[in-house]
DNA sequence: CCGCCGCCCTGCTTGC
DNA sequence: TGCAAGCAGGGCGGCG
């Protein structure tokens, strides 16, 4: 699923592929896709926009446009958004397509259709609820101390949450909290500072060293080019059942937390 | 304000 | 063997 180095790398991906690219026309195949402005107006709205600059916000794909509006998409679960050749054939879930003057176009797919796509007009504060970057410099560990402080609520789904901090998932939650030494259902206002301190650095680590590897392809996700991430090979406890802790031998479990599938180690997370 | 739950979807796994 | 039920999961709205 992408979260913020799979997203970074689709954002870099379009950056060089779509930027200065002139939308024609839009395909809107599954409308709940597009939820603002509804319906036809959704790719009406975008027809003759020129795409300035690709970008990342938290998990969210952003798309500046010349007008001052800005196309944000969220891919959720397996969404991809893959540039294609004027002669490519039709690709599989193909709900949004925008094509460009020059031919090329760029796919909004998804097998779940949980993503969206909005519109957003200029100056309208579409990010209010979004959290602090976790690799932007006002991320430091006083910062994440603030956030954390006086939370009962256990310390992976507080780094879910993405109102206090935007991008994490599933993946990197597991793999930071690994990497700290921290028991996933510890709360997370109860950590020491030294946990705190471990657990920042670790959330900037594994968020940067993926990013590096072009994201992590667990199930399907492929960047812009539709190419495989790099991080799923050297993931230590995301998917790892049974398998052998790298640091101290025992068996990564799983159990579940907030609903969610939580991969760790009973050995030496605590 | 905070935390929890159910819903949206569909491919895959499980069980009879 | 075949088919139905169950499960997974990010974000969001509703509820207490």
């Not at 950056?15 to 939308?23: D, L, P, Q, R, S």
């Not at 798309?63 to 002669?87: E, F, H, P, Q």
């Not at 670790?202 to 399907?220: W, Y």
């Not at 025992?250 to 937390?257: A, D, E």
Request: charged share 25%; with cysteine; aromatic share 8%.
């Amino acid at each position: 699923m992408p979260e913020l180095p799979e997203v970074e790398t689709i954002a870099r991906g379009l950056a060089n592929k779509i930027v200065g690219k002139t939308i024609a026309r839009v395909d809107v195949a599954w409308k709940p896709i597009a939820v603002a402005p509804k319906g036809v107006r959704f790719a009406r709205a975008l027809e003759g926009e020129r795409v300035v600059r690709s970008w990342r916000r938290g998990k969210y794909v952003v798309l500046d446009l010349a007008s001052g509006r800005r196309l944000v998409t969220s891919l959720r679960m397996t969404g991809r958004l893959i540039v294609r050749a004027a002669g490519d054939g039709p690709y599989p879930y193909a709900h949004v397509v925008l094509h460009f003057t020059d031919g090329t176009h760029l796919v909004f797919s998804e097998m779940r259709k949980f993503g969206r796509m909005r519109l957003v007009e200029p100056g309208e504060p579409w990010d209010a609820d979004l959290g602090i970057e976790p690799l932007g410099k006002p991320f430091t560990p006083q910062a994440f101390n603030g956030i954390v402080s006086g939370r009962t609520t256990p310390v992976k789904a507080l780094l879910l949450d993405q109102r206090r901090i935007a991008g994490i998932g599933n993946i990197y939650a597991c793999e930071a909290l690994w990497v700290a030494r921290i028991r996933p259902d510890r709360p997370a206002g109860a950590l020491t500072k030294p946990s705190l301190r471990r657990l920042h650095r670790a959330i900037v680590d594994v968020l940067l060293e993926a990013c590096k590897m072009g994201g992590s392809s667990v199930d399907d996700y492929v960047d812009a080019d539709g190419l495989r991430g790099g991080f799923q090979n050297v993931l230590s406890v995301y998917g790892r059942l049974g398998r052998p802790c790298a640091r101290c031998g025992k068996s990564i479990v799983r159990t579940v937390l907030g609903g969610r599938g939580t991969w760790w180690c009973r050995g030496c997370q605590r």
